[in-house]
Every structure is written in structure tokens, then in C-alpha cells.
Antibody
């Protein structure tokens, strides 16, 4: 069965950093583009970032550009989101999501991990 | 950035009736080279991750009931749910994957009347 699992969330103070991880089972992550999408409490879905299957192409949403960095791990089945200079507005459930390519629909969503930025 | 605007924000429909959700993009998301509309629809229930329903504006994902259908082209799109079931209560989002940032609509909350 195909699964994505996001982890690494928690409570962090404003200005600090956090790294989220995404692991896959049932398929090889490096065959797909991978996205992060988040949902702040009581809000809608917001696209955060994408990395191509080979890791060479990356794009970011306006609100995280310059602070967040998406990458693939050495393992074929891991992906990361490095979040720096965190703000209270970054508080959200973060989903890792699979797509066939960068300009493709999001077909498999992980369960999500909660990040709370608060002093 | 392409802005996606859904209407209505909330909708209450009787069981067995039809629900219609609209999505408008601020610019065309039809790619002329392949004649594809780069639009997807997702269903999001509380406590679960979102679920893909429709891609290319009108192609139903495998396993999605045929009461769900998508239509539209260019800048105007519609998700139709025929014969509404209790399990269809959710928030529905459209999303464009034509150009980064890949923006979502604000969501439409569907309830049973």
C-alpha cells in the first residue's frame, strides 16, 4: 500500500528553526515530484514548496521564499523541509504530497504533522 | 500569482440532490500545446488528509464515485456532486498546477440540509 508520513513537527519559538521529514512506503519517492502543503488552524490549504524527482528543480510559495528549503535525502525514500526564521503565521499542519511531475495534480497525501510557532 | 476564487464559501444541500461548486482563476490555466486545463479538485474531511477527486479539470481519479464530475475550461470551472450522500460532507478545494505558486481556492464547505 502507498503511504506518505510526515514527521518532525512540534512547538518552536518565533525566529527558530525546524526540519520536517517525509518518508514513503509502497513506492519509490525519487520517481515523483514532492510537495509540501500546509493548513493553518481554521484556514484553507496553502501550497508551500515543490522539488522535482531528481532534486534539481525547486519552487517556493511567496510567504516562505528565502526562509524554507526543500530537499531530498540520501535515502531514496526521504524528503525534507528546512524551516528557518519561523513566524507565528507558519503555525499549521504540514502535509507532504506526491505528484507525477512538478506541473501535475497532487495524488497521494500524507497524514500531516503539526507545527506550532509560539513563545 | 494566479488567484483561485471559489463560490459559494458554504453550501447546504439535501441528501440525494445535486451540489455545484464553482472555481474561477484570475488567468487562463488552459495550456494550448496539449489543450489541457491544469486544474484539480480535492475533498478534505476533518482529521484526514485531502483526497484527490478530479484532475485535468474533468478526469476522475481512480476509485472516485461517478457522482463526482468536473467541467469547465480556461478560467471557469465547476465541480458537480450528483445524488449527494452523507459521506460527501467535507470542504472542497480547487487548485491550479499550471504555474508556480500552485494556488488553491479558499475552499467550499458542503453540508447536508
Amino acid at each position: 500500500q502507498v503511504h506518505l508520513v510526515a514527521s518532525g513537527g512540534g512547538v518552536v519559538q518565533p525566529g527558530r528553526s525546524l526540519r520536517l521529514s517525509c518518508a514513503a512506503s509502497g513506492f519509490a519517492l525519487d520517481a515523483y515530484a514532492l510537495h509540501w502543503v500546509r493548513q493553518a488552524p481554521g484556514k484553507g490549504l496553502e501550497w508551500v514548496a515543490v522539488v522535482s524527482n531528481d532534486g534539481n528543480i525547486k519552487y517556493y510559495g511567496d510567504s516562505v521564499q528565502g526562509r524554507f528549503s526543500i530537499s531530498r535525502g540520501n535515502s531514496r525514500n526521504t524528503m525534507y523541509l528546512q524551516m528557518n526564521s519561523l513566524r507565528p503565521a507558519d503555525t499549521a499542519v504540514y502535509y507532504c504530497v506526491r505528484a507525477l511531475g512538478i506541473t501535475n495534480w497532487l495524488d497521494i497525501w500524507g497524514q500531516g504533522t503539526l507545527v506550532v510557532v509560539s513563545s | 500569482d494566479i488567484v483561485m476564487t471559489q463560490s459559494p464559501d458554504a453550501l447546504a444541500v439535501s441528501l440525494g440532490e445535486r451540489a455545484t461548486i464553482n472555481c474561477k482563476s484570475s488567468q487562463s490555466i488552459l495550456y494550448s500545446i496539449n489543450d489541457k486545463n491544469y486544474l484539480a479538485w480535492y475533498q478534505h474531511k476533518p482529521g484526514q488528509p485531502p483526497k484527490l477527486l478530479i484532475y485535468w479539470a474533468s478526469t476522475r481519479e481512480s476509485g472516485v464515485p461517478d457522482r463526482f464530475s468536473g467541467s469547465g475550461s480556461g478560467t471557469d470551472f465547476t465541480l458537480t456532486i450528483n445524488s449527494l450522500q452523507a459521506e460527501d460532507v467535507a470542504v472542497y478545494y480547487c487548485q491550479q498546477y499550471h504555474a508556480t505558486p500552485f494556488t488553491f481556492g479558499q475552499g467550499t464547505k458542503l453540508e447536508i440540509k
